[in-house]
C-alpha cells in the first residue's frame, strides 16, 4: 500500500516546482535583480519561513543559486547583505532549533552560513538554554516504541506540542530581535512537523 505521506510530500513537491516556473522563466539579470529589491524590502526585521514573501524568495533564491547568478556579480549585492560564506549569495540566515549543531543555516543553500562558534558570544548562554529546552520537548516525538506504548503518551505528546509552540514564540520574543543587531534579516522557523506544531500554532 503506498504511503499517505510520501504522496502528500511529492505532491507538495509538484506544488512548489509550479509555483517556481514564474522564476524560472526570468532571465538571470531580472532574476537578480528581484532577488536584490525583495531582499532590501524585507531588511531589518524577523520573518516567520511560512510567510508568503519568505516562500517566493526561498524559491527564487534557489534557482538563483543554482544558476550561480550571484557569482556572476550582474548586480551588487542588496545594501546592508554582506556575502554568506557558505555560497557567496547575500547573507539569509535561518534560526532553527538544531542551531547548537548548524549555528543559523543559509536559505540559499542549506548549509551554515554562520557556525556556532561564530556567533556573538553574548548570546550563547541564551540561545544554549533555548534550544536544549526545545530539544527536549521535542525528542518526545521520536521516542522509542517502548516508551510510545504508554498509556498517556497522547498527554505527553500534547504537552510537548504545546511547549515547542511556546518556546517558538519565545525565539521570536528574546531571540530573533536581538540577532536582527547583527545581522540584515533573519528567518525563524514557526512549524515542527514532528510534533504536528503548524505555523497558525504560533501566535505573537
Not at 150 to 163: G, I, V
Request: hydrophobic share 40%; net charge negative; charged share 25%.
Amino acid at each position: 500500500m503506498p504511503d499517505p505521506q510520501e504522496h502528500s510530500d511529492s505532491s507538495l513537491d509538484a506544488l512548489w516546482k509550479e509555483y517556481a516556473r514564474v522564476f524560472q522563466d526570468l532571465d538571470d539579470l531580472t532574476l537578480a535583480r528581484w532577488c536584490s529589491q525583495t531582499l532590501g524590502q524585507l531588511a531589518g526585521k524577523g520573518w516567520r519561513m511560512s510567510h508568503p514573501l519568505v516562500g517566493s524568495l526561498r524559491l527564487a533564491t534557489q534557482i538563483a543559486s543554482e544558476r550561480g547568478v550571484w557569482q556572476q556579480r550582474l548586480i551588487s549585492m542588496p545594501v546592508g547583505y554582506p556575502p554568506s560564506p557558505c555560497c557567496g549569495s547575500p547573507m539569509l540566515p535561518y534560526l532553527t532549533r538544531d542551531v547548537l549543531e548548524h549555528g543559523l543555516m543559509c536559505i540559499h543553500c542549506h548549509e551554515s552560513a554562520v557556525p556556532l562558534d561564530q556567533l556573538p558570544e553574548p548570546l550563547l548562554p541564551l540561545l544554549r538554554d533555548w534550544a536544549n529546552r526545545y530539544a527536549k520537548a521535542h525528542e518526545v516525538a521520536h521516542w522509542e516504541d517502548r516508551r510510545r506504548n504508554r498509556s498517556d503518551y497522547d498527554d505527553l505528546f500534547e504537552k510537548a506540542a504545546q511547549q515547542a509552540e511556546l518556546l517558538l514564540a519565545e525565539s521570536v520574543r528574546d531571540i530573533v530581535p536581538r540577532l536582527i543587531e547583527h545581522y540584515p534579516i533573519l528567518i525563524w522557523e514557526d512549524q515542527d512537523e514532528c510534533l504536528e506544531v503548524r505555523p497558525e500554532d504560533i501566535l505573537l
